[in-house]
């Protein structure tokens, strides 16, 4: 029934470790996104990906990389982690990423890196 | 750029009591606005949209008009309750990358029986 998934919904791993997160939509969309929010509740695009292809890759530290094994999947695997990696991950969805279209939000992955 | 600035939290009120929630945003064309609504420990839903000066989104007695003119989409409900609390987040969609989204930082509210 869940829209947008992800896994691990929380996540406490060691400075310099590498951890991926893993996110499916069965929502039929075409785009998919990652997000970060902070722990003032800041809420930051991460990267997009339209149907496998990458649109929207902000500026964020090449650690980060996402991959797109099919238009339902979208994972995010992170390198060398950091304190400051420490936040919540969202995964998103959109149909075709359309003006006005609504993004549909996953849970969200609390990442503690200690 | 693209921006969108709320009003600071927390905001704290009686169940029963008018909630306005202050957004403005700036951007280069025109966005479609958003609220989106976020419960503790869950991920945002989206709870209205406007995708045109002058439309008025609405959902669950919440509602919000896109003005041009003052370049906001405040949110107001005539009653809230305590099921209402939660972040409220307020955002544009980028008029010429319609996937980039522009989030406010949020504002908590918090009702009180």
């Known amino acids: 029934d869940t829209a947008v998934s992800q896994t691990p919904k929380y996540l406490v791993t060691q400075m310099g470790n590498d951890k991926s997160i893993k996110c499916e939509q069965n929502?039929?969309?075409?785009?998919m996104y990652w997000y970060k929010q902070d722990s003032k509740k800041f809420l930051k695009i991460m990267f997009s990906y339209n149907n496998k292809e990458l649109i929207i890759n902000e500026t964020v530290p090449n650690r980060f990389s996402p991959k797109s094994p099919d238009k339902a999947h979208l994972n995010l695997h992170i390198n060398s982690l950091e304190l400051g990696d420490s936040a919540v991950y969202f995964c998103?969805?959109?149909?075709?990423?359309?003006?006005?279209?609504?993004?549909?939000f996953g849970p969200g992955t609390r990442l503690l890196v200690l | 750029g693209n921006s969108v600035t709320q009003m600071e939290g927390p905001v704290t009120l009686s169940e029963e009591a008018f909630l306005t929630i202050n957004c403005t945003y700036t951007a280069t064309g025109y966005p479609s606005l958003f609220w989106y609504v976020q419960y503790p420990g869950e991920g945002l839903q989206l709870l209205l949209k406007a995708t045109k000066a002058d439309d008025k989104g609405s959902n669950k007695g919440f509602e919000a008009t896109y003005r041009k003119e003052t370049t906001s989409f405040h949110l107001e409900k005539g009653s809230v309750q305590v099921s209402d609390s939660a972040v409220y987040f307020c955002?544009?969609?980028?008029?010429?990358?319609?996937?980039?989204?522009?989030f406010g930082s949020g504002t908590k509210l918090n009702v009180k029986p």
């Open positions: 998103a969805s959109s149909q075709d990423g359309l003006a006005g279209e609504t993004q549909y």
């Open positions: 955002a544009l969609s980028d008029p010429y990358n319609f996937n980039k989204f522009y």
């Open positions: 929502l039929g969309h075409d785009t």
